[in-house]
């Protein structure tokens, strides 16, 4: 650093004491403090902090960072719902990756493994979003004409479907826009696509061992909650339904394949309800 004439910055300088709860049960109280010092400076603990746009825990719950995604998701549905009558229809996809989904994939490899519990405010802020954006907005607004003036005397009454929210998978077929954890599982592989293909960064290769009796698989150690693990798991499922034969595939190929076969698989069940088949990796079919 000296070489290169850069210092650092002290006062924004801290550290983090990892200390997941499946890994280290044991009480704060037991754990002594820790007082790091640089050039007799001292550097402050902290509980999570953001690192390249992500907010890491010391819990690796990613609690904080799906807390900040869901309030940054909001106010960018918010701002889609307000302009959406006025922009043309065709563009309201294009919007829609750009204002959006831009923030709902970033880094989500990293994050996207958390448990649905943890996730589910995402997935529900997603559905908003695409109700806002595609869905039905007299249908929408109708709910909130409540004057006897505005609604005919036969509609008066108002059944169980007048209260249910408009269902958002065909909102999702009819655009060919992925759900969230479609969503991870895409970007995930196309990460250890690039990985594998290219070699870069090396560091990341190293973690992966190719097998010897066929070399687009990889040997799959213990399970384990990381990306090494899942995307191992992931690349052995998808690998051969893409029938690659070797490394010398153009990613651009893959990418195009891989999401035709995500949207068949959103599609090929129930048409209005969502189930556990519409997330299912192993029945993704080319």
Wanted: charged share 25%.
């Amino acid at each position: 650093m000296i070489c290169n004439k850069l210092h650092i910055n002290m006062t924004k300088c801290c550290f983090i004491h990892f200390r997941p709860k499946a890994m280290n049960p044991t009480n704060d109280q037991d754990t002594p403090p820790h007082n790091l010092t640089i050039d007799d400076f001292p550097i402050k603990k902290v509980s999570d902090t953001k690192f390249l746009g992500v907010i890491i825990d010391e819990n690796l719950s990613w609690n904080a960072h799906l807390t900040a995604l869901r309030r940054k998701l909001g106010h960018a549905a918010s701002t889609l719902h307000k302009i959406r009558d006025n922009v043309p229809i065709y563009l309201r996809k294009d919007l829609y990756h750009t204002l959006y989904e831009s923030h709902l994939t970033y880094c989500i490899s990293v994050w996207g493994g958390a448990p649905l519990s943890r996730t589910a405010r995402i997935w529900t802020s997603q559905k908003q979003c695409l109700r806002l954006l595609f869905g039905d907005k007299e249908a929408f607004l109708d709910k909130f004409r409540t004057c006897a003036r505005a609604r005919p005397i036969c509609n008066q009454l108002l059944g169980k479907a007048f209260y249910t929210r408009e269902h958002t998978k065909p909102l999702f077929n009819q655009n060919k826009i992925l759900t969230l954890r479609n969503l991870y599982a895409y970007h995930m592989y196309m990460e250890l696509c690039k990985i594998l293909k290219l070699r870069d960064p090396m560091k990341m290769f190293e973690q992966f061992t190719l097998s010897q009796r066929k070399q687009t698989l990889l040997i799959h150690n213990a399970p384990a909650e990381n990306f090494v693990s899942r995307s191992t798991r992931l690349w052995n499922i998808i690998t051969p339904k893409l029938k690659l034969s070797d490394y010398s595939y153009k990613i651009g190929s893959v990418k195009n394949s891989l999401k035709k076969m995500f949207l068949k698989l959103q599609d090929s069940n129930d048409p209005v309800t969502w189930t556990s088949d519409d997330f299912n990796v192993e029945k993704l079919e080319l």
